[in-house]
């Protein structure tokens, strides 16, 4: 048996919402114990007090957060500047919290110290890893996805699925911050690992469409592009974006060799002095890319794509719980059609279930069911977990 | 217990102020990002025309390039055939006419032998006349026979016109040699006059009259011309192509016209040239035909182009003019035609090429 209880609410004021979503939580609980918990808050709240006042009414919570772009659940959809709670209670399933910190300076480092945090009191093999990381720290500049998919697959083993989403805040990109028990960080990578009878199954969509003509990159470095066709990455930019500065919503897809598999890649920040733009994620030297462009009715049909594929794989008779976590910048540009993204995928249900999800800065999930995990980005991951 | 209550509406309504407070704030600022990310959009289409334009022009430039490329192609095929077929024939034609050189020489050499036996023979008849005013009814039957008044009178013509007739193969022996010239490899200073009354000669069969048309009058207005330097086989060759055209173009009006019409208005051709002041001959070359349609004159010099019937023209005697004039001797060919009156071809080249290594 896995139950997810949710608590949700709008109030913008800290002590309002968190008293709100614990009441709503408590009655659903119907006096089971919650075992773990993932809190999705919007970045105005006073976050210590949120999680003060939970750890009183749950002290023995395994308990992980972060801030976000805009939070959903079954309870109140689609939400933005609100406070989701999700619990989970189940007698089979075991779940444990970690925290690694100062994931933007050895991300490698962080993912083995919350690993062993969350998995020394596991006692059988580790089934998935629910992650939150930060993106955004303190001091303006982001961790890399990348390295933290690394570090965590170097400390769980290349088989666990890893799935989640980067912390938000309200598409400031200025700092974002994370929660484990009742520790507020905004360099950290908390995890949820669960262990024990649970059986789960995901999918992801993405919907942008390549636009413009296909150009090779002739100089890059890690995350930063300096050159496209011998021009500054800018300069590639501006031809589409005049004297903008290139922004999440106009990604890059990149193609790898002959292959058709291609990956989009946000802009991030970028230096005005050479031309040089720093992406959240890998651009290897030499690959093709292409600006990418949105149609709204694509973004949200691939969010269908996402959640098919998902209960298509489903390896039980049904999930009894949703987990979603869907780009900002999907959020950002489907404006009042965000809240369909939700829509479908509550309507696609078999029945009544909770969903829970936030909308993040970079998604985590396996490419494909048992394959290798992958940082997306502008894209949307569904999670399907049950017992049965 | 209605203070509680009270108290409670007022919690929820304070809450709500709250919520709608902060939806407020959200939706002002969701507004401004959205005008910017439309206008960021527009930027993103309008740069993605750009794209398409630049991709579309850089097409047009290359179809562009492809179609010189193809005509440029096709020129050096035309040259390629043409050459090749020119000096095959500049071969054949010099061959030939070595050949029957030989032959007539014999025929011409002995021709005047022949006149004098000829009439020996006939002296000596005439004298057995004299001395047998009464021959035998044999031999009168024979010299009635052979109708010695006759022949006697004829011989004398026929040994007249086998001597034109061999003098005429040789000067066109000698005009095919001269035409044929196979010094295409270099520049000659020669007489263009002569190139001209060679050609003409080699056309004698075509300018003269035939039973539906009389003879073509030929109109020589030459100037006083210097020694010019050209390739002399390949300027002859463009005389040849445009008096060619000019017959045919003759021809082509006849065929149009009532027998009187061609007689008050015969067929003619004119020749002239000149120096002019740039130091080049200008040579014209005239006929009184229908002229040329407007359309068919901006086309007159592209290879392939004929405006006569399958298998009589090939579409490149101009051309090959054109460029043998225009690239071998930097000159100019140009044409002015008048629908109903006539065309003429003017030729214009340097009295010496430019820049000529050898020299």
Known sequence: MLKMILGHSDDPDSQGAIEEVLEQCIRDLAGMLPKAGLLFAAIDFDHALILETINQTFPDLQLIG??????????????????????????????????????????????????????????????????????????????????????????????????????????????????????????ALPVLIFSGDLRLSHGTGCGWQPIGSKSTVTKSQNTVLYEIDGQSALEFYQKYLGDRQPTAEHPLYVYEGDSDRCYLRVPNTCDLET??????GNIPQGATVQLAEISRDQVIAASETSFKMALEHYPGTEPEAVLIFSCCCRRWLLGTRAKEEYALVKNALPKMMPIAGFYTYGEFAPLQQQGSNYYHQETFVTLLLGTA | MEANADQQKLQELEKKVRVLTKKLERSEADRQQLEATSEEREHI?????????????????????LEIALRDLKQLQVKLIESEKMSALGVLVAGVAHEI???????????????VYTQDLLRLITA???????????????????????????????????????ERIQKIVLSLRNFSRLDESKFKAVDIHEGIDNTLLILQHRLQAT?????????????????????????????MNLLSNAIDALEDANSMCTDQDVKHHPNEIWICTEVNDRNQIKITIADNGQGIPEEARSRLFDPFFTTKPVGKGTGLGLF?????????????????STLGSGTQFMIEIPVQQPLLPSR
């Open chain 2, 45 to 65: 289409l309008k740069g993605v025309i750009r794209d398409f334009e630049l991709s579309q022009s850089s097409l047009e430039n290359r179809t562009r390039e």
């Open chain 2, 320 to 336: 090959v003019s054109y460029q043998i004039i225009t690239e071998k001797h930097k000159g100019k060919l140009s044409c002015q």
């Open chain 1, 66 to 187: 972060c801030t976000t772009d805009g939070e959903m659940s079954s309870i109140l959809g689609f939400q933005q500047d609100s406070l989701t709670l999700t619990l989970f209670c189940s007698d089979t399933v075991d779940i444990y919290a970690g925290v690694g910190r100062q994931a933007e300076q050895d991300a490698i480092a962080a993912a083995h110290q919350a690993v062993q945090q969350a998995t020394e009191k596991s006692l059988t093999p580790t089934k998935l890893c629910i992650t939150v990381p930060a993106s955004y720290t303190a001091n303006g500049s982001t961790t890399s996805g990348e390295q933290i998919l690394k570090g965590l697959e170097l400390a769980l083993g290349a088989n666990v699925p890893i799935v989640g989403g980067s912390a938000g805040d309200q598409f400031r990109f200025q700092k974002t911050y994370q929660f484990f028990g009742t520790e507020v960080f905004t360099d």
């Open chain 2, 211 to 239: 039973t539906t048309r009389s003879a073509i009058q030929i109109n020589k207005q030459y100037g006083d011309l210097p020694l010019v330097e050209c390739y002399a086989g390949s300027l002859n060759q463009v005389f």
């Open chain 2, 101 to 115: 050189n030989n032959p007539v020489s014999f025929i011409r050499g002995n021709l005047s032998h022949i006149k």
């Open chain 1, 275 to 280: 031309g040089s733009i720093n992406f959240l």
């Open chain 2, 128 to 166: 057995y006349q004299q001395h047998n005013p009464n021959p035998s009814q044999v031999l009168k039957d024979l010299m009635e026979d052979i109708d010695l008044e006759f022949l006697r009178e004829d011989m004398i013509n026929i040994l007249k016109s086998m001597q034109i007739g061999s």
